[in-house]
């Protein structure tokens, strides 16, 4: 009878399993790598909780926000400053919360010559101005040019700060974040731009005055000083590196339960600390 009623007692101060809860993030494929970093780590601590990570671009992702299919959008836009939300807010239709700072590198293969560039020659590169390498003190080589697709936020902040009235010439390769550092690597001609996420081991390798192995793919391509400087988190926290914006995450009305909790993850002591590995923090 004892066992019975020890055995009763038991079975009735179990705790229910919670439901699974997910949490679709669809948009900047620049925001994927910290995404990916910062929802493993969040599942780990909430085994409930998971993750649909989906990309498209930051248009694609706040149009399937604004349409109800996911439950926050990752965005490199840069909004009006009245959407920006440096904290969650306590009511509003729409809140767009900082995360951190990115920096768009400019890439070219690992045997390239050419090591910085300025912001007159890289607009005469990619407007098709330049069409040889050795115009900007390169190889004698044909440029290749590697743009993104239209709606992608790094293309947007590299055409509105960079090209100025100029267009990305029409021979531009296109294609997605996740496929650019591979095709460069491959292609001694070729010139692109992409987040400083993932070329985070050769940033850091070269801040610290390590010589980088050719084993790592983002170690096979080389990262551009434009006007004197690289994407590194101090010259983005600093705004002295012209091609740095915040990366946002976007939802519609007042965040509950389980994604504002989320979020105040993002923005807090850990969370931050995940970001810094791929962007500055914001925090």
Same mark, same amino acid.
């Given at each position: 009878?004892?066992?019975?009623?020890?055995?009763?007692a038991?079975?009735?101060?179990q705790?229910?399993?919670p *439901?699974?809860?997910?949490?679709?993030? @669809? +948009?900047?494929?620049?925001?994927? /790598?910290v995404?990916?970093?910062?929802s493993?780590?969040?599942?780990?601590?909430?085994?409930?909780?998971?993750?649909?990570?989906?990309?498209g671009?930051?248009?694609?992702?706040?149009?399937?926000?604004?349409?109800?299919?996911i439950?926050?959008?990752?965005?490199t836009?840069? /909004?009006?400053?009245?959407?920006?939300?440096?904290t969650i /807010?306590?009511?509003?239709?729409l809140?767009r919360?900082?995360?951190?700072?990115? +920096?768009?590198?400019?890439?070219?293969h690992? #045997?390239?010559t050419?090591?910085? %560039?300025?912001?007159?020659?890289?607009?005469?590169?990619?407007? +098709?101005?330049?069409?040889h390498?050795?115009?900007?003190? +390169?190889?004698?080589?044909?440029?290749?040019?590697?743009?993104? *697709?239209?709606?992608?936020?790094?293309?947007q902040?590299?055409e509105?700060?960079?090209?100025?009235?100029?267009?990305?010439?029409?021979? @531009?390769?296109?294609?997605?974040t996740?496929?650019?550092?591979?095709?460069?690597?491959?292609?001694?001609?070729?010139?692109?731009?992409?987040?400083?996420?993932?070329?985070? *081991?050769?940033?850091?390798?070269v801040?610290?005055?390590?010589?980088?192995p050719?084993?790592?793919? #983002?170690?096979?391509?080389k990262?551009?000083?434009? *006007?004197?400087?690289?994407?590194?988190?101090?010259? %983005?926290?600093?705004?002295?590196?012209l091609?740095?914006a915040?990366?946002? %995450?976007?939802?519609?009305?007042?965040?509950?339960?389980?994604?504002?909790?989320?979020?105040e993850?993002?923005?807090?002591p850990?969370?931050?600390?995940?970001?810094?590995?791929?962007? @500055?923090?914001?925090?």
């Amino acid at each position: 009878m004892l066992v019975s009623y020890v055995l009763l007692a038991c079975e009735q101060t179990q705790v229910a399993t919670p *439901e699974p809860i997910t949490i679709t993030i @669809a +948009g900047a494929t620049s925001m994927r /790598p910290v995404l990916q970093a910062l929802s493993a780590e969040y599942s780990r601590r909430h085994p409930s909780v998971l993750f649909d990570l989906r990309g498209g671009g930051s248009t694609i992702g706040e149009e399937q926000l604004a349409a109800g299919q996911i439950d926050l959008a990752a965005s490199t836009f840069s /909004p009006p400053e009245e959407e920006i939300n440096q904290t969650i /807010p306590a009511d509003q239709k729409l809140f767009r919360v900082p995360i951190g700072i990115d +920096g768009l590198a400019i890439i070219v293969h690992h #045997s390239n010559t050419v090591a910085a %560039l300025s912001v007159a020659q890289v607009r005469d590169l990619f407007s +098709g101005k330049f069409v040889h390498w050795s115009a900007v003190g +390169g190889e004698d080589r044909d440029v290749l040019l590697v743009s993104r *697709e239209d709606g992608s936020g790094s293309r947007q902040l590299f055409e509105s700060r960079l090209m100025g009235i100029d267009s990305v010439s029409l021979t @531009a390769i296109v294609m997605p974040t996740a496929d650019v550092v591979d095709y460069v690597a491959k292609n001694p001609q070729a010139i692109a731009y992409v987040s400083r996420s993932y070329l985070v *081991e050769q940033l850091d390798q070269v801040q610290s005055n390590v010589e980088s192995p050719r084993d790592s793919l #983002s170690n096979q391509v080389k990262v551009i000083a434009l *006007e004197g400087k690289l994407p590194t988190r101090e010259n %983005l926290k600093d705004s002295s590196y012209l091609l740095s914006a915040p990366i946002y %995450l976007v939802g519609n009305g007042q965040p509950q339960g389980t994604i504002r909790q989320f979020v105040e993850f993002i923005l807090g002591p850990v969370g931050q600390e995940i970001v810094g590995q791929y962007h @500055a923090r914001i925090r």
